[in-house]
């Protein structure tokens, strides 16, 4: 089935399309995208899909809406080009962390970006590592959630995990911090994090277990501005820990998150390229793995209706 698989890529991650590429065997497909002076955006899809198996990359990178808009529109090309199926691979999912109601006359937007992509023509999603694997319940067209656990605990086994605890930043991670720590053959140890407000700073109130004289490996799903894992870091240096290594899936690194991270006694960070990670907010304790042969492997399973579930396996 691989001559009829295409894949095309939006603007948000043109390097991590290219390694998918490069992984699956196949050409990226040539697209144009234009965006005129009123900001509005025109895209061509140069080559013909007419009855091919579309894949579209395109995690939600900056500027964020307009690769959403990006997106829905390349998807509604390849459909009145009457594309056989489409599927949307959004590593990083747009509006994840909106993803219940927890204050009055707010939208579930995670449950709206799934509408979109629906009306828009996808036929199916491909995601990594959802903020709420429940998320996948706002589909009711098939969706693949891949995990990243797998490569980033091979790379911490290379590096050596002796006298290592895994610390689950809060309680809400405590449950994949579990199976990180199972993988690893670690001990696991829990933050008591509050978070009181929209400021993305929250408090550190008790800890679980024994970190004392020990190096700390602490996972995260995503970082943003930064302002958790360091107080993380902040908390587990008053404990008493030797050495600190971090790993998220998704680095957005908004803000000054990159010179925060920088100047943190972190010793290590490691990210995946689900986001595109501009050379400027790169430094020199980050390590990035990148999850493109992971993204080929679910591609071309797909594409020849093969099972990806070993895929699955980890977090």
């Known amino acids: 089935m691989t001559d009829t698989l295409k894949i095309l890529s939006g603007n948000a991650n043109i390097p991590l399309a290219k390694a998918i590429c490069q992984y699956a065997g196949v050409k990226l497909g040539e697209c144009e995208i234009v965006k005129f002076s009123n900001e509005n955006l025109k895209v061509k899809i140069c080559d013909s899909v007419r009855g091919q198996d579309v894949f579209i990359v395109q995690p939600s990178c900056p500027p964020v809406n307009e690769g959403i808009i990006e997106l829905l529109i390349m998807i509604d090309a390849a459909k009145h080009a009457s594309a056989g199926r489409i599927t949307a691979v959004v590593p990083y999912f747009p509006y994840v962390r909106s993803d219940k109601k927890d204050e009055p006359r707010i939208s579930i937007t995670a449950r709206l970006m799934a509408d979109l992509l629906q009306t828009a023509g996808a ?45 689950a930043p809060d309680a809400g991670s405590a449950k994949r911090a579990g199976a990180y720590a199972v993988r690893l053959g670690l001990p696991l140890a829990i933050l008591d994090k509050r978070r009181h407000d929209d400021t993305e700073s929250p408090a550190i109130q008790n800890v679980i277990g024994d970190v004392k004289g020990k190096r700390a490996l602490i996972f995260d799903d995503e970082i943003a501005t930064g302002g958790s894992i360091l107080e993380v870091v902040k908390a587990l240096d008053n404990l008493g820990v030797t050495e ?57 399973y797909t594409n020849r209706g093969t099972s990806i579930s070993g895929l699955y396996n980890g977090y």
């Open 123 to 167: 036929d199916r999603v491909m995601t990594m590592n959802l903020h709420s694997p429940q998320i996948a319940g706002f589909f009711r067209i098939p969706v693949d959630h891949l995990l990243a656990g797998r490569i980033l605990c091979e790379h911490f086994k290379k590096c050596g995990t002796e006298n290592t605890v895994v610390v």
């Open 244 to 300: 600190i290594s971090a790993c998220c899936v998704h680095a957005v690194l908004s803000a000054n998150a990159p010179e925060r991270l920088r100047n943190s006694s972190l010793n290590q960070f490691v990210v995946t390229d689900s986001v595109f990670i501009p050379e400027e907010k790169k430094f020199d304790k980050m390590t990035v793995i990148s999850v493109a042969e992971m993204f080929a492997k679910a591609i071309m």
